[in-house]
């Protein structure tokens, strides 16, 4: 490997700077100073502590035939057995296709609409009409997944408001929570209208921290409002963007298996069913505690990777990056 001068001497004062005296005085001088602030933060801390890295101790089974009698360390060691068995499995290629298309079509349709929403609500000039609309958007992000999952049951059964509507115009019947190509598009189209007007309070507060004197500049010039949001909206909220598109693209093998287990039943499987859910099924129902360990290990070692990947592309492209 070769070796770099200045990764060296950064190495050396880095040490240097840890081991002087001054540097540890001002820490505690500042830990005296701000104590509240890091109190409060100390909840925090303790949380992810406890509940994230905590139970990463448990990892292990997914490289044993756990069972719960002799616990994590009597369980004997099984090696990649799970691991194969997942990737070798009949539903291993539904389930990676189902959970990547759910969430590509989450990333092409629900991460652009937000940001969509926050620029029309920027046009918006009565300030009366702005907050109606705010307020109208923001409200399904409260709704309960299983408040929504049994709206959507209601309304696109059989003889519910959807098909009653279509039926007004002649159209024959659709079970739609019974037709496998169906799925996808009602979980996601339902995944935006309830998280729209949420996704799009970080892109108003980007919006607002856009200096006003380039809209100024931009209005002494005759640009227009579209030529203003094209030229100076979108480039200021940009490093917001790509920050929240980084963070999307760590949760691509992610999809949230509450609202599938609702909505979802064995003829839709085909296209419904995904990663999270088999791990329910398997790791609840069947107790396949070290299979579904096996799973959820790959499922995160994934999106690492990709969340890795996705912030070195942005790095090398652009100038804005996660780290």
Known sequence: MEHRPGNALKSAAAREAISDPTVWQTIRADIRRNWAIYGMALPVIAYYVIFHYGPMYGLQIAFKDFTPAKGIWGSPWAGFKHFESFFNGIYFWRL??????????????????????????????QALFKRVVQTISYLPHFIS???????????????????????????????????????????????????????????????????????????????????????ITIPGIMPTIVILFILNMGSMLTVGSEKVLLLYNPLTYETGDVISTYVYRKGVLEASYSFTAAVGFFNSVVSFVLIVAANGVSRRLSENKLW
């Open 96 to 125: 990676l296709k189902n959970t990547v298309l759910i969430n590509v079509y989450e990333l092409l349709f629900g991460f652009p609409a937000a940001i969509l929403l926050a620029l029309l609500l920027n046009e918006i000039r």
């Open 145 to 231: 997944i299983v408040v929504v999952a049994g709206m959507m049951v209601d309304f696109l059964s059989r003889d519910g408001l959807i098909n009653q509507l279509l039926g007004a115009f002649g159209v024959e019947a659709i079970d739609f929570l019974k037709e496998p190509g169906w799925f996808r598009f009602l979980f996601v189209s339902s995944g935006i209208w309830q998280g729209i007007g949420w996704g799009s309070i970080i892109y108003l507060a980007a919006i607002a921290a856009i200096d006003p004197t380039l809209y100024e500049a931009a209005k002494m010039d005759g640009a227009s409002r579209w030529k203003q949001t094209m030229h």
